[in-house]
Each structure stands twice: as structure tokens, then as C-alpha cells.
T-cell receptor
Framework: NAGVTQTPKFQVLKTGQSMTLQCAQD?????MYWYRQDPGMGLRLIYY???????DKGEVPNGYNVSRLNKREFSLRLESAAPSQTSVYFC??????????????FGPGTRLTVT | DQQVKQNSPSLSVQEGRISILNCDYT??????FLWYKKYPAEGPTFLIS?????DKNEDGRFTVFLNKSAKHLSLHIVPSQPGDSAVYFC????????????FGAGTILRVKS
């Protein structure tokens, strides 16, 4: 099992450019999440998807959109990148069984720089 | 306003000694708490958790203590090993909000050999 995979690993964008961060999991998990990690801030939830076909906003959704393409894949799109979106982005997933312990499995992250 | 706070940005401990990482929270509705460990260039990995109905949970060298009245939890690592050097995140969840986790800012632990 690859677990949770994310592409790309690194990306540099100019202000105003758009891009999509891809996330896939092969653990048959129902729920998937996108977080951003900034120095001194911990991880903050951007969007989550409790199941295929549903998405909801987290703590910091502004400037982002998401798509739950199928059970495996959950993508994060930046329509018009801004320097404030420079961050490390993590995708995570969990199953209904793990839901009772709130344990989430994380991908390796995408380091995004917006100039 | 951060609901989960880790007030120590870093901690340095000698190999073999005890490491104690602390976490405070403000939301009394949190009912589950977790610790995650993160190495550079990797995603966080789950370490240990505790339900609000307990005050202690132990897993090998790792023990988490919960003091609900003080809204405080701590992670004890005994004995500390150089491989424990990482960033440790405290996280909390509230059943009403499902699987959403609120994370602290993290503490960098350095175990010196």
C-alpha cells in the first residue's frame, strides 16, 4: 500500500497563477482532508470531504476550491495564487473505523511557494 | 484565537532521560486528544491518543496524561532516544464536529546522544 500520495512535492507559482494539488489514497478511506502548515501555526484545516460526493469548508477555506473526484482522490485548487498561500500542504484520510479514534493518515506534503 | 496551544517551541533532552511535552486547550467540548510526530519532509504520523473519559494512556515508551480540570495534557517519552527527535503536534477533536482535528503549533524535540 502506498498510503496517501500527493503530487507535486514542490511547486513555485507566480501571483495570479492557478494550480491543482493532487491527493490519492489506497486505503479505501471515506474521509479526506486538506491542511496547510505555516510556521508557528500548526496545521489548519482548509477543506474536508466526509464521503465521496460531499465537501465542506474547514478553518481557512478562502482562496481554495476542492473536488472529491471519487473515493480515492481529493484535489485542492488555487484559482489565483497569492503570496499568503505560500505554505506546506498536507492531505490526510481516515476511515469510519478509525473515526472513533480520530486518527488520520497523512501524505508527505506539497511545498508551495508563491512569488 | 488558538484553541490548542503548545507553549514550548522546542525542547532538548539527553538520550535516556524523560521528555515531557505539554499542551493546553481552551475548548471544554474537546473529547479526544491525539499526539502526532513529524519528521522533516514527511507528513505527520499518529503516535498516541486519549479519550476525555480517561486520564492516562500508555503505549510502550509513550504515555499521555490528561488533566481535564486544568485543560492540560502532556506526552511523556521514557527513555528518550535520538530517533525521537522530531516535531510533536498536539491535536484535539470534538465529537459534534466529526473527524475534524484542531492542531497546536508543535514542539521541536531534540534528543542528544
Amino acid at each position: 500500500n502506498a498510503g496517501v500520495t500527493q503530487t507535486p512535492k514542490f511547486q513555485v507559482l507566480k501571483t495570479g497563477q492557478s494550480m491543482t494539488l493532487q491527493c490519492a489514497q489506497d486505503m479505501n478511506h471515506n474521509s479526506m482532508y486538506w491542511y496547510r502548515q505555516d510556521p508557528g501555526m500548526g496545521l489548519r484545516l482548509i477543506y474536508y470531504s466526509a464521503s465521496e460526493g460531499t465537501t465542506d469548508k474547514g478553518e481557512v477555506p478562502n482562496g481554495y476550491n476542492v473536488s472529491r473526484l471519487n473515493k480515492r482522490e481529493f484535489s485542492l485548487r488555487l484559482e489565483s495564487a497569492a503570496p499568503s498561500q505560500t505554505s506546506v500542504y498536507f492531505c490526510a484520510s481516515t476511515s469510519e473505523v478509525l473515526a472513533y479514534t480520530y486518527e488520520q493518515y497523512f501524505g508527505p506534503g506539497t511545498r508551495l511557494t508563491v512569488t | 484565537d488558538q484553541q490548542v496551544k503548545q507553549n514550548s517551541p522546542s525542547l532538548s533532552v539527553q538520550e535516556g532521560r524523560i521528555s515531557i511535552l505539554n499542551c493546553d486547550y481552551t475548548n471544554s467540548m474537546f473529547d479526544y486528544f491525539l499526539w502526532y510526530k513529524k519528521y522533516p519532509a514527511e507528513g505527520p504520523t499518529f503516535l498516541i491518543s486519549i479519550s476525555s473519559i480517561k486520564d492516562k494512556n500508555e503505549d510502550g515508551r509513550f504515555t499521555v496524561f490528561l488533566n481535564k480540570s486544568a485543560k492540560h495534557l502532556s506526552l511523556h517519552i521514557v527513555p528518550s532516544q535520538p530517533g525521537d527527535s522530531a516535531v510533536y503536534f498536539c491535536a484535539a477533536s470534538e465529537e459534534e464536529y466529526g473527524n475534524k482535528l484542531v492542531f497546536g503549533a508543535g514542539t521541536i524535540l531534540r534528543v542528544k546522544s
